[in-house]
């Protein structure tokens, strides 16, 4: 985490974030009453993976909440520019 960030939206914060962390829980529900019946492996075949990032960010002055890559890769092109 020692990752410079860069805002893609306000384009001027480097400093201010708020990092959530993203936790997985796959679950098998009861179709009518709702309750989790069961808390599933994340290797179980039946059940499509979650592919998506396990760190988004949101920044500390805008609001704007995304993925953490994306305020990685915008803080390195504006380091190149
Ligand atoms: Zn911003």
Redesign the pocket.
Known sequence: MTTSYL?P?????RSRFNIIEQVIHAVKKDPQTGVILEYLSPDDPLQYKYQGPLRRVQ?G????IEAEDLFIHHAERQKQN
Not at 9 to 13: E, H, K, L, P
Not at 61 to 64: A, E, F, K, T, V
């Open positions: 805002c939206a306000c384009g001027t914060n920044c002055i805008c609001g704007m």
